[in-house]
T-cell receptor
């Protein structure tokens, strides 16, 4: 059975801390993995990862995929209160999306 | 955990025809359903929000007569793309909101209009 497990489920940190969000997956016909940030109703796209071992970076955010271990991480350095959101890991087969339950991140001043 | 079942997972239709997409919440009651469309570069655009038993609220720029949303029960919401055209080809994704589980997403429907 296909599944996506994100950990931790929730996380509370102080501004300036660095956080690592984890995603493990077992998906048939895996093609790529997407990370989204959801603050309100619509998720905002962060990264798409297709190849193992190639880190993608955008400002303070970075992410990497391990297709052998079926794992991805999302790192956020120097966190800010604006980073507070639910972060969704979404393996994609080309036809179907598998949304994880998300990690709820709260950054306190 | 909460599961949202979305069907069909993919559909090909002729231009001018209508297509219905269903989202069902399994084992929980979805008081609110959201419908999204995925655009290039993977961004998800919120199309509309529906609450059970009431009319859907459409986002600006979304034609409500073209994208008909029905949320007749606490476990089922449907999106009908009427008179589909090739530019409507996209992924359509639903999510259900419940007080306990938060947002739970469907697996998406790939619509191709030929």
């Amino acid at each position: 059975e296909d599944k996506v497990v994100q950990s931790p489920l929730s996380l509370v940190v102080h501004e300036g801390d660095t956080v690592t969000l984890n995603c493990s997956y077992e998906v048939t016909n895996f093609r790529s993995l997407l990370w989204y940030k959801q603050e309100k109703k619509a998720p905002t796209f962060l990264f798409m990862l297709t190849s193992s071992g190639i880190e993608k970076k955008s400002g303070r955010l970075s992410s990497i995929l391990d297709k052998k271990e079926l794992f991805s991480i999302l790192n956020i350095t120097a966190t800010q209160t604006g980073d507070s959101a639910v972060y969704l890991c979404v393996p994609f087969t080309g036809n179907q999306f598998y949304f994880g339950t998300g990690t709820s991140l709260t950054v306190i001043p | 955990g909460a599961v949202v079942s979305q069907h069909p997972s993919w559909v090909i239709c002729k231009s001018g025809t209508s297509v219905k997409i269903e989202c069902r919440s399994l084992d929980f009651q979805a008081t609110t359903m959201f419908w999204y469309r995925q655009f290039p570069k993977q961004s998800l655009m919120l199309m509309a929000t529906s609450n059970e038993g009431s009319k859907a609220t459409y986002e600006q720029g979304v034609e409500k007569d073209k994208f008909l949303i029905n949320h007749a029960s606490l476990t089922l919401s449907t999106l009908t793309v009427t008179s589909a055209h090739p530019e409507d080809s996209s992924f359509y994704i639903c999510s259900a909101r419940d007080r306990i589980y938060g947002y739970t997403f469907g697996s998406g429907t790939r619509l191709t209009v030929v």
